[in-house]
C-alpha cells in the first residue's frame, strides 16, 4: 500500500512564502516523477511544477521564477517553495507520483489529499 501525505499549507499574506512538503511511505521500489498539482475554488486541478527522476524541473508560467520543486530521494520527499505569493495562489494543493512497486513493474500514480493554500491580498 503506498500513500502520499502532503503538508505545509496555510493563510499568508500577498508576497508571503511557504513551503509544501510530499512524504511518500509503503512498499516502494522507486519514485519516478513528482509533481505538485493546483485546485482553486471552482476550477479543475492543474500542474504546477514537476521534477523528473534526475531532476529536470518543469514548471507552470504563472509560477515561473517564484516557485521551486525539489526532491529528496533517500526520504522519499518532495517539496514546493512558494515565494512571492499572490492572491491568485489560492487553491488546495496535491502532491503526484509515479511510484514504482517492484522491479520490471508498472508505475502508478497517487496523490496526496491536498492541503489548503490562501493567499490575501
Known amino acids: 500500500q503506498v500513500q502520499l501525505v502532503d503538508s505545509g499549507g496555510g493563510l499568508v499574506q500577498a508576497g508571503g512564502s511557504l513551503r509544501l512538503s510530499c512524504a511518500a511511505s509503503?512498499?516502494?521500489?522507486?519514485?519516478?516523477?513528482m509533481a505538485w498539482y493546483r485546485q482553486a475554488p471552482g476550477q479543475q486541478r492543474d500542474v504546477v511544477a514537476t521534477?523528473?527522476?534526475?531532476?529536470?524541473?518543469n514548471y507552470a508560467d504563472s509560477v515561473k521564477g517564484r516557485f521551486t520543486i525539489s526532491r529528496d530521494n533517500a526520504k522519499r520527499m518532495w517539496y514546493l517553495q512558494m515565494n512571492s505569493l499572490k492572491p491568485e495562489d489560492t487553491g488546495v494543493y496535491y502532491c503526484?507520483?509515479?511510484?514504482?512497486?517492484?522491479?520490471?513493474?508498472?508505475?502508478?500514480?497517487?496523490w496526496g489529499q491536498g492541503t489548503q493554500v490562501t493567499v490575501s491580498s
Open positions: 503526484n507520483g509515479g511510484v514504482q512497486v517492484r522491479s520490471g513493474g508498472p508505475t502508478s500514480y497517487y
Open positions: 509503503g512498499s516502494i521500489l522507486s519514485i519516478r516523477d
Open positions: 521534477i523528473s527522476s534526475v531532476g529536470y524541473t
